[in-house]
């Protein structure tokens, strides 16, 4: 493979841990660990919305970048992207491989959407239980709101790429129906667990 090759392949899979939530300094680290098993000397300079590569195999040096928002979270994707570089550096997958497996990765399709919504609302229960829920019904609404606020969610990415709408909406929702709940004395004495969907339906990423 030529260095810009290479270059690419480091890149391509950097991406995809990047932008489907694995954490940077994972994605740094697996990056300069698949440029060492190509024979390449790769730092990556991670900046929101774009990867740089400076790529140097001893006698040619090459700077790449491509765009990448870390906006997802898709962690079949990662744990797939991992298995590869896992698999190329104990030399169990050829490198000329490797980018036809990234391709098929990154259009893998998501989990499907009931899916996504039950993961959601039995998230938001278990950090309901974590925070002192104290009534079965209080806990039967923060499933429903937070299952609501998933399929929200998912609907919305259907009509707008607007990477803020999604998340916004949905912990609306889910904030509305806490502060309902709170009012007409259906969530717990401790009022925060009346909003726990919204802590599940707006993801944080780990820097």
Same mark, same amino acid.
């Given at each position: 493979?030529?260095?810009?090759?290479?270059a690419n392949l480091v890149l391509?899979?950097?991406?995809?841990?990047?932008?489907?939530?694995?954490?940077?300094?994972?994605?740094?680290?697996?990056?300069?660990?698949?440029?060492?098993?190509? /024979?390449? /000397?790769? #730092?990556?300079? +991670? $900046?929101?919305?774009?990867?740089?590569?400076?790529?140097?195999?001893?006698?040619? $040096?090459?700077?790449?970048?491509?765009? +990448?928002?870390?906006?997802?979270?898709d962690m079949d994707r990662v744990?797939?992207?991992?298995?590869?570089?896992?698999?190329?550096? #104990?030399? $169990?997958?050829?490198?000329?491989?490797?980018?036809?497996?990234?391709s098929a990765i990154a259009q893998?399709?998501? #989990?499907?959407?009931?899916?996504?919504?039950? =993961? *959601?609302?039995?998230? #938001?229960? +278990?950090?309901?239980?974590?925070?002192?829920?104290?009534?079965?019904? +209080? =806990? *039967?609404?923060?499933?429903?709101?937070?299952?609501?606020? *998933?399929?929200?969610?998912?609907?919305?990415?259907?009509?707008?790429?607007?990477?803020?709408?999604?998340?916004? @909406?949905?912990?609306?929702?889910? /904030?509305?129906?806490?502060?309902?709940?709170?009012?007409?004395?259906?969530?717990?004495? !401790?009022? !925060?667990?009346?909003?726990?969907? @919204?802590?599940?339906?707006?993801?944080?990423?780990?820097?």
């Amino acid at each position: 493979m030529t260095l810009e090759e290479r270059a690419n392949l480091v890149l391509a899979c950097t991406r995809l841990l990047y932008i489907n939530g694995q954490s940077t300094d994972e994605t740094l680290a697996a990056g300069q660990r698949l440029g060492g098993a190509l /024979g390449l /000397g790769a #730092a990556i300079i +991670a $900046r929101w919305g774009e990867l740089e590569l400076q790529a140097d195999d001893g006698h040619s $040096r090459l700077v790449t970048a491509d765009d +990448a928002d870390p906006t997802g979270v898709d962690m079949d994707r990662v744990a797939s992207t991992m298995r590869v570089i896992d698999d190329l550096s #104990a030399g $169990r997958l050829a490198s000329a491989a490797v980018m036809d497996s990234v391709s098929a990765i990154a259009q893998a399709p998501p #989990a499907p959407t009931w899916l996504f919504a039950f =993961a *959601a609302a039995v998230g #938001a229960v +278990a950090l309901a239980v974590l925070f002192g829920v104290q009534h079965l019904p +209080a =806990a *039967a609404l923060i499933f429903l709101s937070a299952g609501a606020g *998933a399929f929200l969610r998912r609907g919305l990415a259907q009509l707008s790429p607007n990477v803020f709408l999604q998340p916004f @909406c949905a912990a609306f929702l889910a /904030g509305i129906i806490g502060a309902l709940a709170v009012r007409f004395d259906l969530s717990s004495t !401790l009022r !925060l667990v009346a909003v726990c969907p @919204c802590m599940v339906l707006v993801p944080s990423r780990t820097c």
